[in-house]
């Protein structure tokens, strides 16, 4: 059964030379193939951290809505979590309206 979430993905972008649009289509293409069905993108900007752990700043954070099956979910987790560019990430279950 297919659920609604929402991902807060946050990007270190320190030192990269990729523009934040270009890390963006990158993992919406790895959510899409993992079958992820995207609904909306949101940049929600570059922020800076409270304390610096890992030495990182500052992230950029973006939250993508999409539609997937649980264990896509999880397939997705794995796979960012592989990628140097995701600081951080955050998944929730959209509530049933």
Known sequence: MKHKYEAMIVFDTKGKEEGIDTLVSTVSKEMEKAGAK???????GKRQFPSSPRHVEAGTFVNIRFEAESSVLDAIQAKLKLNDNVYQQFYLRAAAK
């Open 38 to 44: 995207l609904e909306q993108i949101d940049n929600l």
